[in-house]
């Protein structure tokens, strides 16, 4: 059974950082792609980063520069290091796992979510 475990998130001012990460179960993140949504309130779901199997990253263009994401094999955790950080970013975090389908990633499996709230 797949578990992914977020941690990390919390209360920043703009211009602030934080790093999350999420830690897999039952699912070998070095062989599988991953990725970090975030849903605001009364917002849609959106892609943030992914990271493919072989290390290639896809980013969504309002963070593009600011974020990163990035795994340790090692530890089977993903990562996401968010740097100058808007209120705009606020929201609540979810770590995903899948597999690839072509380029893209096709996402199964869901964690619990982490919040963010960035104040001005």
């Known amino acids: 059974q797949v578990q992914l475990v977020e941690s990390g998130g919390g209360s920043v001012q703009a211009g602030g950082s934080l790093r999350l990460s999420c830690a897999a179960s039952?699912?070998?993140?070095?062989?599988?792609?991953m990725g970090w949504f975030r849903q605001a309130p009364g917002k849609r779901r959106e892609g943030v980063a992914h990271?493919?199997?072989?290390?290639?990253?896809r980013y969504a263009d309002s963070v593009m520069g600011r974020f990163t994401i990035s795994k340790d094999n090692a530890k089977n955790t993903l990562y996401l290091q968010m740097n100058s950080l808007t209120p705009e970013d606020t929201a609540m975090y979810y770590c995903?796992?899948?597999?690839?389908?072509?380029?893209?990633?096709?996402?199964?499996?869901w964690g619990q979510g982490t919040q963010v709230t960035v104040s001005s």
């Open positions: 995903a796992a899948g597999v690839e389908v072509v380029e893209l990633c096709g996402y199964n499996t």
């Open positions: 990271i493919h199997s072989g290390g290639r990253t």
């Open positions: 039952g699912y070998d993140v070095s062989s599988n792609c």
